[in-house]
Every structure is written in structure tokens, then in C-alpha cells.
């Protein structure tokens, strides 16, 4: 729709200078957007003023002509020029009336677009430290990550999905002090727990499942080799549940790239990828050592000071590891990269963009910083778990709402926002929860479809798909669909190849939550304003079917852009 009315716009313009009405030595291309206030119209340009200048006329004036040219179009309805000179476009009902076909015809493929024109584009995020469960806000980097990923794909992106896994530092050392400490406990030692240890209950559960299978041989050990054996028993089990937690909610990644394989040497016994990374940097004329170690000028790029790779002691830094990760990355083909972190990595973005550019993929990295979660449950901060007493995890909040409502709950705020997570309404089976509210709409739609057919409402095997190809006429009367709440919802449905367009273009899957709700208010209204099957009035009855199903598509496919169900009856 926007083409054409582009190409309206474009048109009348040519068709001014033609006639002498305007003065112009290049026509522009028209821009084009939804104005906020729906009584304005469905689109809006300003036109005028980009071209009024170059005309030597008011813009209003110049909005008068192009509005006068293009009001006889079948496709509008209205045209009136405001303000200081922009154009506000009504769509005709027989404009609108298009979409349902357009629905119709394409199925899941509605709203898909070629903006990425299969270009390839890496999505890392998640990416959580494997010492122990996931909290809330990394199922929130996990409902916008694979979200993300699913609009950009239908954006026209190939997509690749990519978890890092921290395997390597401090951290796994602690780990694996913290699961020999209470393994020799469970084996009736007396040992003192470490001081920076890790004290949840999910160290006592992963040494006694260690216990259990292999028995108190390692309570002798040397302390050395017990801790480097509990290590990899321990990593491998809390990998393979962040895996399991993570599918729980329909999020599974295409590579899980190891941290430690950035330090092994190549096959050949050439120098590791971080060695091979800091080489490049160093052959650019990006490095230099001071004090014994050695340094990144980061600062020739944007950032604040230069950053430490290499210390004075011979061992590289966290930020020499990321470098080599991604160069490894852009060494795979991705012509772009979006990692989403935490919000207390907010200050390592800058020298993270310093070091692709140093690179030489300067613009290609794309860092989405996702807030915090704050659980309530009715009104009350929610911050230990009934059941263990520490802090509520991830898994546990999967297993109280499900996935749908978690997902669904996550991705309503935009990522720069905190989001408040309410147990209590994601739980709620009313018209208050919105993700109850949208799944309700389709399952209506299905319900509404079922009796049209004749089906058995309690029969669960009803193929829904079927059941509307069947009841479909391709001639079905869809000019008849011209009232209000027909054409309001008709107006909703052409927003949706809009919706996805910016959703990926702004990496903003809120903006499909909000149009999904948007959609099912349109819906329930026109439910409730316009009878849908009338034995009286079988051609009226043929086109609202039509409108009906266009939405069920509709509704089915963002909601699959999301990563929710679309329930057929609840």
C-alpha cells in the first residue's frame, strides 16, 4: 500500500510540472507515515514541504495541487491538506478490502518482507555464565533475542541464533571449589567452604547427583585433579539445563560457541584465535605496549581510554577474548551482528564498537542492552522463591506462568525500559491478562469457524486450516464488509507489513505485542457490532467469514513472531 500511494504522490507531482501547476527540476521520493491520531486519516506526507522550497511556492500550495490530483483514485476515499501543508490520505473500503485477500492468499507468509534480501545476520544473546540457573532477566534477553531473530527472518534476514558460553576464568574456577566443597560435606568431611563461593542450594543438588553416581572415590583425590574432574561434571550439567530450560520456551540456538576455544591453538599448532585476533590489530597499527603489557588504542575509535589485551603477567584479558570472538565472527560471513547484554555491561559497548571497527566492520555490530526484571506478584515485590527460599530463577518462573505468558510479558516493554513482571496477571485467564486476550481472540475466531462449518465445537481433532479453506469463497462479496467496525478492523490488518518493517528495522519486538492487542480489540469489537454467520444473509455471511479467517492469519502469525501459541480454543 505504501508503494502505491507513493507512486500516486510521485505521480501527481510529475503530473504538476507537466501541466505547469509547479516548478521542479527533480521529483523527490514522497515520504510517507501513519499519523498518530487515526481521525487524520490512514497516511500522511509531507511532500509539500519537501518540495516547496525548491518550487518557490508555499507548501501548502503545492499540497493543494497534489491533493486535488490524487483525490479520484479508487484506493481513496479522502484527501485534505492541514497544517502548514500536509497531505492526510483516507484509504477507500475497496483499498482495505484487499488486505484480506492479500491474507488470505500468503498465509504465514503475511507481513514477510526482503528488507534483509537473505543477507546473513548473526543474533548472540543469552550467553549466560553455566555456574548455576538462569535468573529472570536472562529469560527476558531470551524472549527478545529469539524474537529478534524470528522478525528479522521473516524480515528477509538469514538468520543464525548464537549462545556464548563463558567456559572459561575465575568463574568456573569457583564453581568448581564451590561443588568439591560440598561433595567432601556430603562425604561426611570436614572442609571449609570457600570464601567467594557459590552458596546455592543447585551446588548441594550437583554434588550429590555427583556422589550418587560415582560414590566417595574422589574424596581422597588430589585436590587439584577432584576440583579440574567436578569442573567438567558440573559445566556439562548446568550446560545441558540451561539447554533444557531454554527449549522449555521454545528458544534453541543454532551454535553454542565455547569461550575456551578461543584460547586452544589451531589444528595445525598455529596460533589461537585470540593470538591470530590481537596479530591483526597489531599489523593495523592499533596496538602498543606500555608498562609490560599490552594495550588497545580504543581511544582512535570513540572510546573514553585505550584497554589493556595482554597484562604485564603474560595472561590476556577478557576484552582480548571478546575481540577474538568476534572477529570470528564477521570471519564466518555475518554481514552484521547484534549481541544482547545485560544492562551492567552498558559500559563495555563503546570499546566492543572500537574493536570492530578496528577490525574493519565499522557500522556491523549492533549491542541491544536489555534491562532488568522486577517480579510483583498482586501488587507486592516478589524477590525468593516459595519453594527454595532464594532468589526466584528463571526456571522457576517458566514453571508458575508458562512459556507463553512469559515470553509474551517480556517482550511488552521496549528493552531500554525495566520491565515489571506481574505473576499474578500473567496467570489470570481474563481479558485484563493480554496475552489471554490476544490467544482468546484467535480461539474465538476458531470457535466462530467450527460452528460455520457445522463441526462438533467438542471435537479437538477439527483441522482449523481446513476447516476455513473449505468455508472460503474466492468470490466471496467483500465489497459488503463498509461498515465502521468491518473497515476499522480491515484499516488494522494493512498495518501489519508496517508493524514487522519497523519491529526489525528497530530490532523492537514490543512493537508487535502492542499490535497484536491492537488487533484483538479491533477484532472483539467487530464481534461484537457485526453478526458474522446469518442464515439470512448468506453473501454477508460469505464476506465476514473471509474477514474473519485474514485475521486469524493475522493474529496466528504474530503471535509466531513473538514465539507464542495461538491457541485453536481455550
Known amino acids: ?190 572442609v571449609e567452604f570457600p570464601e567467594e563461593g557459590y552458596r546455592g542450594a543447585y551446588i548441594t543438588e550437583i554434588a550429590r547427583e555427583i556422589l550418587a553416581d560415582e560414590g566417595e572415590e574422589w574424596a581422597d583425590a588430589e585436590p587439584s585433579a577432584r576440583e579440574e574432574h567436578f569442573r567438567e561434571k558440573a559445566y556439562a550439567q548446568v550446560l545441558a539445563h540451561l539447554q533444557h530450560v531454554l527449549h522449555g520456551m521454545g528458544v534453541d540456538f543454532d551454535i553454542w560457541f565455547s569461550e575456551r576455544t578461543l584460547h586452544i591453538p589451531a589444528e595445525d599448532g598455529g596460533p589461537s584465535a585470540v593470538e591470530r585476533a590481537l596479530a591483526r590489530l597489531k599489523d593495523a597499527g592499533h596496538l602498543y605496549e606500555h608498562e609490560g603489557a ?86 507486592e515485590v516478589v524477590r525468593m522463591s516459595k519453594r527454595t527460599g532464594e532468589m526466584v530463577t528463571f526456571e522457576d518462573l517458566l514453571d508458575e506462568v508458562g512459556p507463553d505468558a512469559a515470553r509474551y510479558f517480556f517482550l511488552r516493554r521496549s528493552t531500554d525500559q525495566a520491565l515489571d513482571f506481574d505473576i499474578a496477571l500473567a496467570k489470570e485467564q481474563s481479558s485484563d491478562n493480554p496475552v489471554y486476550y490476544v490467544q482468546y481472540a484467535h480461539a474465538r475466531i476458531c470457535a466462530i469457524l467450527r460452528k460455520a462449518a ?47 518493517e519497523v519491529a526489525a528495522r528497530q530490532l523492537a519486538p514490543n512493537k508487535l505485542t502492542r499490535y497484536a492487542e491492537d488487533l484483538a480489540a479491533s477484532f472483539h469489537q467487530f464481534y461484537t457490532q457485526c453478526r458474522v454467520v446469518d442464515p439470512d444473509d448468506i453473501e454477508l455471511t460469505a464476506a465476514r467469514l473471509y474477514a474473519v479467517d485474514a485475521t486469524r492469519i493475522a493474529l496466528a502469525t504474530v503471535l509466531g513472531l513473538v514465539g507464542v501459541s495461538a491457541p485453536d480454543r481455550m
Not at 570513540?302 to 603477567?313: E, S, Y
Not at 560471513?333 to 570492530?356: L, P, S, T
Not at 476455513?468 to 459488503?480: C, E, N, Q, S
Open 1 to 190: 500500500m505504501i508503494d502505491l500511494l507513493q507512486g500516486l504522490v510521485k505521480e501527481a507531482l510529475a503530473g504538476a510540472v507537466k501541466a505547469g501547476e509547479v516548478v521542479l527540476a527533480e521529483i523527490p521520493e514522497p515520504r510517507l507515515e501513519r499519523p498518530r491520531d487515526p481521525a487524520h486519516g490512514d497516511w500522511a506526507t509531507n511532500v509539500a514541504m519537501q518540495t516547496a522550497k525548491a518550487a518557490r511556492m508555499a507548501p501548502r500550495a503545492v499540497a493543494e495541487i497534489v491533493a486535488r490530483r490524487i483525490a479520484g483514485h479508487p484506493d481513496i476515499a479522502s484527501v485534505e491538506v492541514a497544517g502548514a501543508g500536509f497531505i492526510n490520505i483516507r484509504l477507500s473500503a475497496h483499498a482495505l478490502q484487499r488486505v484480506l485477500r492479500e491474507a488470505r492468499e500468503r498465509g504465514t507468509d503475511f507481513g514477510r518482507l526482503d528488507i534483509g534480501a537473505g543477507r546473513r545476520i548473526q543474533v548472540e544473546f543469552v550467553s549466560a555464565n553455566p555456574v548455576g540457573p538462569m535468573h529472570v532477566g536472562h529469560g527476558r534477553w531470551a524472549a527478545l533475542g529469539d524474537s529478534m531473530a524470528r522478525v528479522l527472518a521473516h524480515a528477509g534476514w538469514s538468520v543464525q541464533r548464537e549462545f556464548y558460553v563463558n567456559d572459561r576464568g575465575v568463574q568456573m574456577d569457583v564453581f568448581a571449589k564451590s561443588v568439591a566443597a560440598r561433595y567432601l560435606e556430603l562425604c561426611g568431611r570436614d
Open 454 to 500: 457445522g463441526a462438533d465445537t467438542a471435537d479437538t481433532s477439527v483441522d482449523i486450516a481446513a476447516t476455513a479453506a473449505a468455508l472460503m469463497r474466492d468470490d466471496a462479496p467483500l465489497h459488503l464488509l463498509d461498515s465502521e467496525p468491518e473497515l476499522a478492523l480491515m484499516r488494522k490488518l494493512t498495518e501489519f507489513p508496517d508493524v514487522v
Open 294 to 379: 599490552l594495550w588497545f588504542r580504543s581511544t582512535a575509535f570513540g572510546d573514553d581510554k585505550d584497554r589493556v589485551l595482554k597484562k604485564a603477567d603474560g595472561s590476556y584479558t577478557y576484552f582480548a577474548a571478546d575481540i577474538a570472538y568476534h572477529a570470528d565472527k564477521y570471519d564466518r560471513g555475518f554481514d552484521r551482528v547484534i549481541d544482547i547484554w545485560g544492562a551492567d555491561h552498558h559500559g563495555y559497548v563503546k570499546r566492543m564498537e572500537a574493536a570492530v571497527a578496528a577490525l574493519g566492520h565499522e557500522g556491523k555490530l549492533t549491542v541491544v542492552i536489555g534491562q532488568l526484571v522486577n517480579l510483583f506478584r498482586g501488587g
